[in-house]
Structure formats: structure tokens, C-alpha cells
């Protein structure tokens, strides 16, 4: 029975229907992601070293070896050599915010960002139409990574290496992606 099969896929892959991805052949792919991010991927310039954050700097590093670590999984977990692969391309800022932990958003927490374990899910900010009410609204931030193969890879295995990629930001530091990643194949 497994020989039918192998051989039934065989016949089936000359003809293109088993090919080892869909969609646009390039060797850069550039991953835009919308995320919640982790407290060490932010800082606050007014305070010293409080709820995990530093200075903008330190955030900034964490990121990038953050992303390529992330990459560097993904693609041992896939068999892709590591040299196959440049270093990416990291463009993200890391953003300056006061961090807290209230449940209830007031006029002394307006432009917090509200801390839930790890990660800043919201901000306190004045909701408009009502005078003195505050309450919570997403805190989301852009992220995007540029890789650049040495051969041409298609459109749905970057969408695999992206969606992966952030898999393992989510277990290592917490981020939460608002949103699946959109992929760009050149």
C-alpha cells in the first residue's frame, strides 16, 4: 500500500500538484507584524529599571537578538542551513512608555501602558465624547523583518517562517501579535 502511494504522489508531483510551495518565487521575504509587545521591548525615559524595562537602547538589542534567535529556531526546526540565510533586516522602535498594572483606567494613568504578565496589551488613554472618562485601548506596535535567502523560496513557505517566527517571540518573551503577519515575497 505505501508503495502505491509513493508512487501515486510521484506521478502526481511530475505533473505539478505536489510542488514544495505555492505562490510568488523570491529570495526576500519581509514579514510586517502588528504586536503587543513584551515589557523588555519597550522603556520609560522617566523611570530607572522598573517592570523590566531600561533605556531605549537595551530594548532595541533585546529585539534584534530576540528575532534572529527566533529565525535561527525556525529555520533548524525546518532543515534550512543557517547559512543560507543573511541576517535580517530588523525595523522597529522601541516605544517610551510609563508601564502599570491597573485594572481601571484614570486620569493619573492617562498614557500608561497597562502591563498583563509580560506584555503591554493596552494604553489608558481619554475617550473621546466623554468628559473625565478614561479607559483602555489597544497598545500595538509595528514590527517587521527583511531575510534575504541565497536561492529563491516561495510565497507559502515565507508565510510559514513568519508565522513560526512569531510563534517564538510569543513563548520566549511574551509578544502577542495582533494580527497574522502579512508577507511581502521580492
Same mark, same amino acid.
Not at 35 to 49: G, R
Not at 108 to 121: C, E, I, K, N
Not at 135 to 153: D, H
Given at each position: 500500500?505505501? &508503495?502505491?502511494?509513493?508512487?501515486?504522489?510521484?506521478?502526481?508531483?511530475?505533473a505539478?500538484?505536489?510542488? *514544495?510551495?505555492?505562490g510568488? /518565487?523570491?529570495? &526576500?521575504?519581509?514579514?510586517?507584524?502588528?504586536?503587543?509587545p *513584551?515589557a523588555?521591548? !519597550?522603556?520609560?525615559? /522617566? %523611570?530607572?529599571?522598573?517592570?523590566?524595562q531600561f533605556d531605549? %537602547?537595551?530594548?532595541?538589542?533585546?529585539?534584534?537578538s530576540?528575532v534572529?534567535?527566533?529565525?535561527?529556531?525556525v529555520? =533548524?526546526?525546518?532543515?534550512?542551513?543557517?547559512?543560507?540565510?543573511?541576517?535580517?533586516?530588523?525595523?522597529?522602535?522601541?516605544?517610551? #512608555? !510609563?508601564?502599570?498594572?491597573?485594572?481601571?483606567?484614570?486620569?493619573d !494613568?492617562?498614557g500608561?501602558?497597562?502591563? =498583563?504578565?509580560s506584555? #503591554?496589551?493596552y494604553?489608558?488613554?481619554? &475617550?473621546a465624547?466623554?468628559?473625565? &472618562?478614561y479607559?483602555?485601548?489597544?497598545?500595538?506596535?509595528? /514590527?517587521? #523583518? =527583511?531575510?534575504t535567502?541565497?536561492s529563491a523560496?516561495?510565497?507559502s =513557505?515565507? @508565510?510559514?517562517?513568519?508565522?513560526?517566527m512569531?510563534d @517564538? /517571540?510569543?513563548?520566549?518573551?511574551g509578544?502577542?501579535f495582533y494580527?497574522?503577519p502579512?508577507?511581502? #515575497?521580492?
Amino acid at each position: 500500500m505505501l &508503495k502505491i502511494l509513493l508512487l501515486l504522489c510521484f506521478f502526481i508531483s511530475t505533473a505539478g500538484a505536489c510542488a *514544495p510551495g505555492t505562490g510568488t /518565487l523570491g529570495s &526576500k521575504g519581509t514579514f510586517s507584524y502588528e504586536m503587543n509587545p *513584551p515589557a523588555l521591548y !519597550t522603556y520609560d525615559s /522617566l %523611570a530607572e529599571f522598573e517592570n523590566g524595562q531600561f533605556d531605549q %537602547a537595551y530594548a532595541q538589542r533585546v529585539v534584534v537578538s530576540d528575532v534572529q534567535s527566533a529565525i535561527n529556531d525556525v529555520l =533548524q526546526a525546518n532543515s534550512i542551513p543557517l547559512n543560507d540565510i543573511n541576517p535580517p533586516v530588523i525595523t522597529f522602535s522601541p516605544p517610551n #512608555v !510609563t508601564l502599570t498594572t491597573v485594572t481601571e483606567c484614570t486620569a493619573d !494613568t492617562a498614557g500608561y501602558g497597562v502591563l =498583563q504578565q509580560s506584555t #503591554v496589551y493596552y494604553k489608558c488613554a481619554a &475617550k473621546a465624547g466623554t468628559d473625565g &472618562k478614561y479607559a483602555k485601548s489597544p497598545f500595538v506596535v509595528p /514590527l517587521t #523583518v =527583511q531575510v534575504t535567502a541565497i536561492s529563491a523560496i516561495y510565497e507559502s =513557505q515565507w @508565510k510559514m517562517l513568519a508565522s513560526q517566527m512569531a510563534d @517564538k /517571540l510569543t513563548t520566549k518573551r511574551g509578544a502577542q501579535f495582533y494580527t497574522d503577519p502579512i508577507v511581502t #515575497v521580492g
